[in-house]
Nanobody
Framework: QVQLVESGGGAVPPGGSLTLSCTTS????????MTWLRHHPRRGIEWLSS????????AYADSVKGRFTIARDNANSALFLQLNDLRPDDTAVYRC???????????????????WGRGTQVTVSS
C-alpha cells in the first residue's frame, strides 16, 4: 500500500527556514515523480512543486520559486522540501503526493494527485 508520511514542520518566525521530509513506501519511488502541496487555512489547496523520477527536472509555483527547493533521495525513497525566507502566508499544512502518472508533467492540477500524505504543519508568525 502506498504510504506517505511527512515530517519536519514547526513554528518559525518570518524569514526562517525549515526542511520537510516525506518518507514513502509501497511503490517504486525511484520511477515515480513526486509533488508537494499545501493546505492554507483560507486559500485552500495549493500546488507547490514537482520533481521527476531522477531529480533532474523540477517545477515550482510562482509563489515559492526562489525560496523553496524540492529534492529527493531515491536510495531511501524520500522526498524533501527546503523552505527558506518563510512568510506568514506560508502557514499551512504541507503534504507530499504521488501523482497519477497517466497525467502530464508537472502534475500541478488537483486531478493528477493520486495519493496524499496526512501532512505536517508549518506555522510562520512573530
Amino acid at each position: 500500500q502506498v504510504q506517505l508520511v511527512e515530517s519536519g514542520g514547526g513554528a518559525v518566525p518570518p524569514g526562517g527556514s525549515l526542511t520537510l521530509s516525506c518518507t514513502t513506501s509501497g511503490f517504486t519511488f525511484s520511477t515515480t515523480p513526486m509533488t508537494w502541496l499545501r493546505h492554507h487555512p483560507r486559500r485552500g489547496i495549493e500546488w507547490l512543486s514537482s520533481i521527476n523520477s531522477s531529480g533532474d527536472d523540477v517545477a515550482y509555483a510562482d509563489s515559492v520559486k526562489g525560496r523553496f527547493t524540492i529534492a529527493r533521495d531515491n536510495a531511501n525513497s524520500a522526498l524533501f522540501l527546503q523552505l527558506n525566507d518563510l512568510r506568514p502566508d506560508d502557514t499551512a499544512v504541507y503534504r507530499c503526493s504521488r501523482p497519477d502518472t497517466r497525467y502530464t508533467w508537472p502534475h500541478s492540477s488537483e486531478y493528477t494527485w493520486a495519493y496524499w500524505g496526512r501532512g505536517t504543519q508549518v506555522t510562520v508568525s512573530s
